[in-house]
């Protein structure tokens, strides 16, 4: 597991330096290192890990990132955990980042102002540990690593000469994929393709909020129980203290029938408790609120 960032930091400037293609290094980033980290992911449906040294040509900031594919199935968009190595290979970021790819080419020079703004709005919907950095510095003037410094949620550091032990490592993972799980549920996506010319679409990017309590889903768990709502999987049976008290909470009401401003929600209908296969499968339903469904689906394979 420390390999995941030990070979980088004490190989990558000397194979940068050789050809891009073929190179091993370069492969083990997008192959090797992604499968060792998708072994800490409970639920390898649901998020694929990848990884990259650029394309066509070395990056000066390799990463590795986990994306939801709820939330994002390409790394130029969305948000997700990345690590993000420094350009002279002094440390290495762990980060609650933004893909920057689509940002940049649909708001140009103003790229940086809309990740520092997004940054903030989604710092505001999880809750933050004395141990998250807000900002990062990658030592690049690439225009990539530039965004991807703006576009910092929260961040872990680990220097080069004090690099986590895989406990410490695994354990900072997990949490950012809790606040990942936490940013997914509170976040808001907002249907900008109808009715809106390209500067309405700027501005509504900007300035759009719809405000949620980021302690929602603790507060649904904590009502609800801890056995899936659906098939009446439980964490704690099946692996003990590691998964007492873990579940996903799913919002029952599509964001999209929302609407714009505040809303009333209510804990006891409008949320159910489920595991991570099963909150991936309602997702794939028509209707994702029906509950039902998935259940008739799950006793029909009894």
């Known amino acids: 597991m420390e390999r995941l960032l030990r070979e980088p930091i004490e190989n990558y400037l000397t194979q940068k330096r050789q050809a891009f293609a073929g190179n091993p290094l370069a492969d083990q980033l997008r192959h090797e290192f992604p499968e060792i980290l998708s072994r800490i992911v409970s639920d390898q449906t649901r998020y694929k890990v990848v990884g990259s040294p650029g394309k066509g040509n070395w990056t000066d900031c390799p990463w590795i990132a986990i994306l939801d594919t709820l939330v994002t199935d390409t790394a130029q968009s969305g948000y997700y955990p990345v690590f993000l190595f420094k ?53 690049s003037t690439n225009s990539n690593a530039r965004l991807y410094e703006a576009g910092n949620i929260v961040a872990r550091y680990y220097p080069a000469d004090n690099l986590p032990n895989e406990t410490e490592l695994i354990t900072d993972i997990l949490h950012f994929l809790h606040l990942y799980e936490e940013l997914n549920f509170n ?28 302690r929602i889903s603790k507060k649904v768990k904590k009502y609800k129980g801890y056995i899936c709502e659906a098939c009446e999987f439980d964490f704690t049976i099946k692996y003990g203290d590691l998964g007492r008290n873990f579940i996903e909470a799913h919002h029952l009401t599509p964001i999209s ?35 039902t469904h998935l259940r008739h689906i799950i006793k029909l394979r009894e």
């Open 87 to 139: 350009a002279d290979m002094s440390g290495v970021y762990l980060s609650l980042n933004q893909g920057v790819t689509e940002v940049k080419d649909y708001y140009k020079r103003e790229a940086r102002n809309v990740l520092k703004l997004r940054a903030e709005d989604y710092r505001a919907k999880i809750d933050i540990d004395t141990n998250d950095l807000f900002e990062i510095s990658l030592n």
């Open 187 to 214: 976040d808001t996506h907002i249907d900008e393709n109808e009715g809106l010319t390209a500067i309405e679409k700027k501005q509504y990017r900007l300035h759009f909020r719809i405000e949620r309590n980021s």
């Open 257 to 291: 029938d929302l609407g714009v401003g505040q809303h009333q929600i209510n804990i006891q209908t409008d949320f159910a408790v489920l595991c991570s296969n099963c909150h991936s499968m309602i997702h794939r339903l028509d209707d994702p609120s029906n509950l």
